[in-house]
């Protein structure tokens, strides 16, 4: 089994800064990848970013690329989201995801993750 904790959302204004944390206990090695997804009100959940356990190689979605950036500390399981110039559009739920994806394009796929954080809200005023 294996639990996810995220921390580190709130509200901030357009132009600032946040940095999420996502703790993982349980059997955590026995997943290959870890994500962020993030959903707003009335909308599907989306990819934000994902980083390899193994290799560290990071995928980021085009809405994000640039401003966002995912990291891992192997050491004590877990992984962050630094997101910069925040936008309005970014305000959402933020979920944190562990999964097995294998191919590149799994890496974005909702399915491939099997365990999912209760997420954090991240909000940003205009």
């Known amino acids: 089994q294996v639990q996810l904790s995220e921390s580190g959302g709130g509200l901030v204004q357009a132009g600032g800064s946040l940095r999420l944390s996502c703790a993982a206990s349980g059997r955590a090695f026995s997943r290959s990848a870890m994500g962020w997804f993030r959903q707003a009100p009335g909308k599907e959940r989306e990819f934000v970013g994902a980083?390899?356990?193994?290799?560290?190689?990071?995928y980021s979605a085009d809405s994000v690329k640039g401003r966002f950036t995912i990291s891992r500390d192997n050491a004590k399981n877990t992984i962050f989201l630094q997101m910069n110039s925040l936008k309005p559009e970014d305000t959402a739920v933020y979920f944190c995801?562990?999964?097995?994806?294998?191919?590149?394009?799994?890496?974005?796929?909702?399915?491939?993750?099997?365990?999912w954080g209760q997420g954090t809200q991240v909000t940003v005023s205009s």
């Open positions: 995801a562990m999964g097995t994806p294998f191919y590149n394009s799994e890496y974005y796929d909702t399915r491939q993750y099997e365990y």
């Open positions: 980083i390899s356990w193994s290799t560290g190689k990071t």
